[in-house]
């Protein structure tokens, strides 16, 4: 009687991995669920200290392995850590850009946002616009 | 690699299981290779399960665990300290959040919710094998405090560090204490004088052996870290002989041929060359503008031995364990211009009236006239969506409706115009609102758009203000004076200490504390604390308790002599290294130095500085940066276990079904706790008191885990006790 | 462009408007008014000007006639500021502009100089009694004349002036046109607002303060008529004579009642009372009253041994006509018909 359900709807919405950071944008995401704002299963969390730590190969092992794109949640201005960290993590995107045009990676496929500590709206609307944006992507 | 994990997957009395199959997830992870216990439980954080926790990781020699729960923002501490009990080191311990992210987003699709929880797990088991054991960083601290800006916050926060026992260094680069509140004659709510509660402070300060001092005072350079940092001062001349006769130094007070610009009074008067801030300012010695007396050789001569006017500046070096940051704000200069400010004589700022009024005890003169009415033009320099001060100034309404108040107390015939955007005084300032209007002050609502114009026709000066609450009828205001509320700046001079300490400046420019509700007086500078209005507009009663605040942490981090900082900071794989210099070009905050290793140079990071923030991390074109428990392999390993497919029974499928279909809950075991409830219930009907008693739990855990339990079918109440207090349980 | 002038507080404040200051422009009192509508909202515009000063405004308003002041605003508002008795303020403070000769100011402003003009009408009934040596019959007869002249006198001399100077103030100045036909056409509002006032209907109060106005209104009016064209105190018709007496009994009683609730100060409109409140309910009761008693003496034919009382009615009837009427709050019968005569004029 076991049904294999891998292959569900879900995985049919594209897989976004979302890089958010310990102390501003992950508590938003964590109120999006807490408020049970609705947004596709296929979203996937990793939550740093700052955006400004992402490496660059990280994304391209993410998009290499499965997932249709990359989200950073940043601080922006936010940013406990570096008043610059909206500046560094935008050298990282493009660092990574980079990188997916050698492997002939849609530049798309990474995209950076800053999101606050109760931006719980504002996350769901990014994921759908987002989806929506890989969805229609064909590389 | 790890070889013995524990998983843990929570129920969480369904806020999880109602959507996510636990049961199943818990049985699937259990054939992984590495994976020796995996369960699913109820309440993972309840006492019963970590000491099952503790148990487990004990009699299955297990070298890492992950639970699988809520966000790790409530409970990630909670298992840190299981696993510390079990004698496990807490870097070995993951936390998955599969319920914020994953149970209650998505409690619209079940089974897909099913799925991502066992990608999450997956990623959090593929992380806790990668984990390293690490150690907190030990180090040890001095015990003494440096505060720069001896304000009220200031004061106060070094009088209660030295009653701690701390040395405390207070440093102020003003010749005299007291800072802003000196300035003004009364203070909300007490109508006490500033000046009086400068010198209360001082004279409280004074009775400290342990506080030392230091005015004219500025910092030139800060090295070392939290424990341990070198504060380099250099406290500027007073150009006073130490030894002058008091009597001397007053007279050379009175005599002194030349004026100079008055700071303390805001430009509004002039004062000798040879001046205190004002008659009682502290400490009682004055101080001389030398430049001033250069060509005065007449009156030097004549007070040689009283003067020293080849005093140098003296260098100092300080070691403070910890730093208050308390340096305080700006008033808003407004532009030449800005409703009429140096264009039109009587428009003044608030700052400048409270001056005024102090200086003029029976009447309000300003300019040679008398003044009879005065308009405030607030959120001048505050608020502005298209100006560089976006942040309500906070204080400026209670400010300006106390000064109005108190006007209309000292001078008699007084009428008080206010133009407003909102009024914003909040507490028990309200109070003061509504007694201003009572006493006849006019208040008038402008939008930022349509901004009051000050104009000046003939011999008077008007005000044009759309009114909103009559439509926006066009009035003129007739006002013999025109004060601007300013706002609260940034201090000009906060970028120097910033720069010095590394403390990040925010958008406003104020300096930016980690979490402004969680965190609210540290900065990500270890040992570096924000007190007072150098964080954001405060009035005295909100700047005390933030100084006050961070006092309290700094005395607490300084008690016990160490302080243990988080390992999760920086390394540099010596090997791969080739010291290009990009990490420490980027770092904020000086962590990265060249040294030497073996015959190259490479970098070093210093322990006690780096936050972890990972800054250097991508910038390494050697790739020899990790930043702990967020290595390479740790993040990989995490992508690899999100994509990873997975053969998950559809919830009913299975054995499940047959548990279920005896009423019972489909997990594994009941938890230590239902079980001892069950025990307690002896017969048929068991009230909670009851059940309490032979179990020897509390009622309330009782209570709470009764209503789980038949939610779960374990239990089922059967009617109330005779008294209708209690309703009666029995087994199912 | 108008100049904010807070010296207008201080001179409304004689007029008896208390601690508007302190409202903070909720607007409850607007939204819990009944009478007021989105074309016409009261009372919180009216206090805005106040508090500003804007008098050229406040005298181009009607909004201040078309308050019956039922209380409730000053009930609901939260900064205690009356916004109710501000209005009724503002009434006495256009009455005292609408008036050419300036005395109706005068006399809201200071009681000294009302009660002066109390005391010199009595003074003057009393040295025409002693002038015609008591005698009763020629006493009554100049009585009966006065009042027709000082009907029409008033009527000619203070009335048409000071209507003339409202028309100006509220239609004329702020540059409202008005058709001819229009003034012809909405004369209906007048004589409804006189008799009946029917807005007041409208009022949240409850429905008997209106039936007490009204039947005030009708006994006040037909007790006049009474007296004026049917000669009451002379008359041989029972008819007539039964008519006056029940005339001016309704008069005295229903006014008790007005005494009795400024006394109680119950509700909100009964809360501040000012002098020519009190001038205004007690002389009518006395009016009342003694032209009540002077027909029952006649009747028991006591009066010619007891010429007193007549002396008391005349007193009484000569202070409501000369001052009352035309300087007191009398004049509020008159006002509040045109204002929503004018009010009618302004609609478009």
Redesign the interface.
């Known amino acids: 009687m076991s049904t294999t359900i891998n292959q569900s709807p879900a995985t049919k919405s594209p897989k976004i991995l979302v890089f958010s950071t310990d102390k501003i944008s992950d508590p938003g995401i964590d109120q999006a669920g807490l408020r049970k704002i609705h947004y596709a299963p296929s979203v996937y969390v990793i939550s740093l200290p700052c955006s400004s730590g992402i490496k660059p190969k990280w994304i391209l092992h993410a998009l290499e392995h499965g997932f249709d794109g990359v989200f950073i949640a940043a601080d922006g201005h936010e940013c406990s850590y570096s008043s610059r960290c909206a500046e560094h993590t935008n050298t990282i995107v493009e660092a990574s850009q980079e990188l997916m045009k050698e492997k002939n990676i849609n530049p798309r496929r990474v995209r950076m946002a800053a999101l606050c500590s109760v931006c719980a709206e504002p996350f769901a609307s990014h994921m759908e616009n987002y989806g929506k944006i890989l969805a229609s992507l064909e590389d | 690699m790890k070889q013995r994990i524990g998983v843990y997957i929570c129920h969480c009395g369904g806020n999880i299981s109602d959507y996510v199959d636990v049961e199943e997830l818990g049985k699937m992870f259990h054939q992984e290779e590495n994976v020796v216990v995996s369960k699913d439980v109820m309440f993972a954080c309840a006492d019963s399960n970590q000491k099952d926790m503790v148990a487990d990781i004990q009699a299955n020699n297990l070298d890492a665990i992950v639970v699988c729960s809520c966000s790790p923002k409530l409970h990630l501490h909670t298992f840190k300290n299981v696993a510390a009990r079990a004698g496990l080191n807490p870097s070995n311990y993951v936390q998955v959040n599969i319920r914020e992210q994953c149970s209650w987003p998505h409690s619209d699709r079940p089974r897909e919710a099913t799925v991502k929880a066992a990608g999450l797990i997956r990623a959090g088991i593929n992380r806790v094998s990668y984990s390293e054991s690490l150690e907190n960083i030990e180090l040890s601290v001095k015990k003494s405090a440096l505060v720069i800006g001896a304000g009220v916050s200031g004061m106060k926060a070094a009088i209660d560090l030295a009653r701690s026992g701390n040395e405390v260094f207070l440093i102020e680069k003003d010749f005299f204490v007291g800072g802003r509140i000196a300035q003004k004659e009364t203070l909300f709510p007490t109508n006490q004088n500033g000046k009086e509660v400068v010198a209360a402070l001082y004279n409280e300060m004074k009775k400290f052996p342990n506080i030392t001092i230091f005015t004219g005072a500025t910092v030139e350079k800060v090295s070392g870290s939290l424990g341990n940092f070198t504060v380099d001062i250099k406290v500027k001349p007073r150009y006073i002989n130490p030894n002058a006769d008091k009597k001397a130094v007053k007279r050379a007070m009175d005599e002194c041929p030349v004026n100079v610009h008055d700071d303390f009074n805001l430009g509004l008067v002039e004062r000798k060359a040879i001046y205190k801030n004002y008659p009682e300012a502290l400490p009682d010695v004055p101080v001389v503008v030398a430049e001033a007396l250069k060509d005065a050789t007449d009156f030097t001569g004549k007070f040689a031995s009283t003067l020293n006017l080849n005093e140098e500046a003296q260098t100092l070096s300080l070691i403070a364990g910890s730093v208050l940051v308390t340096t305080g704000y700006d008033h808003y200069q407004p532009k030449e211009g800005e409703y009429g400010y140096k264009t039109i004589s009587n428009v003044v700022t608030l700052p400048e009236l409270n001056r005024l009024m102090e200086m003029n005890p029976d009447k309000l003169v300003y300019n040679g006239k008398q003044i009879k009415s005065l308009a405030f033009i607030y959120c001048v320099g505050s608020r502005q969506t298209k100006g560089d001060n976006k942040y309500c100034s906070r204080q400026c309404c209670t400010s300006t409706i106390h000064t109005s108040l108190q006007l209309k107390e000292k001078y008699k015939d007084i ?1 008080t ?1 206010h133009l407003y955007r909102d009024i914003r005084t909040y507490g028990k300032q309200e109070l003061m ?2 007694e201003s ?7 008038f609502k402008y939008e930022e758009k349509e901004m009051p114009v000050v104009s000046v026709d003939g011999k008077s000066t008007i005000v ?1 203000v759309k ?1 909103y ?2 439509a926006k ?6 006002a013999d004076l025109v004060v601007l509320v300013t706002s609260m700046v940034a201090r000009e001079d906060a970028t120097t200490i910033s720069e010095l300490f590394k403390i990040p400046i925010g958008r406003d420019k104020f300096f930016n504390e980690i979490h402004p509700k969680l965190k609210p007086v540290e900065t990500v500078i270890k040992g570096v604390y924000i007190g007072g209005t150098c964080q954001g507009p405060k009035n005295v009663s909100e700047s005390v308790q933030s100084s006050l605040a961070g006092a309290s942490k700094i005395t607490a981090l300084l008690k016990s002599g160490t302080v243990s900082v988080d390992p999760i900071i920086a390394r540099v794989d010596a090997d791969k290294c080739t010291w290009c210099g990009k990490c420490s070009d980027v770092c904020d905050y000086t962590a990265i130095k060249k040294v030497l290793f073996g015959e190259k140079h490479v970098a070093g990071v210093n322990k006690a500085v780096c936050t972890g923030c990972g800054i250097c991390a991508p910038v390494c074109p050697e790739n020899a940066i990790e930043i702990a428990q967020y290595t390479d392999n740790e993040i990989e390993s995490m992508i690899d276990g999100f994509v990873m497919d997975f053969d998950i029974k559809e919830k009913g499928a299975g054995k499940t079904v047959e548990v279920e279909e005896e009423g019972k809950v489909g997990m594994k075991e009941y938890p230590q706790v239902w079980r001892e409830i069950l025990a307690g219930m002896t017969d048929e009907k068991n009230t909670i008191p009851e059940i309490a008693t032979n179990s020897k739990l509390a009622s309330e855990l009782v209570t709470f885990h009764l209503m789980t339990m038949n939610r779960y079918g374990v239990v089922v109440p059967a009617g109330m006790d005779a008294k209708e207090t209690y309703y009666y349980y029995k087994v199912k | ?4 002038n ?1 010296k207008f ?1 201080t001179e409304l404040s004689k007029y008896g408007s208390s ?1 508007f ?5 909720c607007g409850n009192c607007t939204a819990t008014c009944s009478l007021s509508t989105a074309d016409s909202s009261f009372p919180r ?1 009216m206090i ?2 106040t ?2 000063g ?1 008098e050229d405004d406040i005298k181009a308003s009607l909004k201040p006639w078309e308050c019956y002041y039922c209380g409730e605003c000053s009930s609901e508002c939260p ?1 205690q500021a009356e916004p109710g008795e501000l209005m009724m303020s503002l009434r006495r403070w256009l009455t005292a502009k609408y008036d050419w000769t300036g005395l109706s100011g005068l006399m809201y402003k200071s009681l000294p100089l009302s009660i002066a003009a109390f005391v010199l009408t009595f003074v003057g009934v009393l040295a025409f009694a002693f002038n015609a040596d008591f005698d009763l019959e020629h006493m009554m007869h100049v009585g009966h004349l006065f009042e027709a002249i000082a009907i029409a006198s008033i009527m000619v001399v203070i009335f048409v002036p000071n209507i003339i100077r409202m028309w100006y103030f509220t239609i004329v100045k702020p540059g409202t046109k008005v058709p001819f036909k229009k003034y012809v056409s909405s004369m209906g509002e007048f004589f409804v607002t006189m008799f009946v006032q029917k807005r007041a209907l409208d009022c949240d109060d409850n429905r008997f303060r209106w039936f007490e106005h009204f039947i005030l209104v009708i006994g006040y009016l037909s007790l006049l008529f009474t007296t004026v064209f049917m000669d009451w105190f002379s008359t041989q018709y029972l008819a007539v004579n039964i008519f006056g007496y029940v005339m001016s009994a309704i008069v005295f009683i229903v006014t008790v009642d007005f005494v009795n609730s400024r006394m109680k100060k119950k509700k909100a409109l009964n809360k501040h009372s000012q002098p020519s409140d009190w001038f205004f309910v007690i002389w009518l009761f006395l009016m009342g009253l003694t032209a009540f008693m002077t027909r029952l003496f006649i009747d028991l034919n006591i009066l010619e041994t007891n010429k007193w009382l007549y002396i008391l009615h005349f007193t009484v009837l000569v202070q409501w006509a000369l001052i009352i009427v035309p300087f007191g709050k009398w004049t509020h019968f008159l006002y509040r018909s045109f204002a929503m005569y004018f009010a009618k004029l302004k609609e478009k």
């Open positions: 009428q115009y609102y509504a209007s009572k006493q006849g002050d006019l208040y044009k009114d609450l009559t009828k066009e009035m003129e205001i007739e | 462009m108008s100049r904010v807070p507080a601690d200051n302190a409202c903070f422009n515009e805005r000007y508090t500003l804007l900064r």
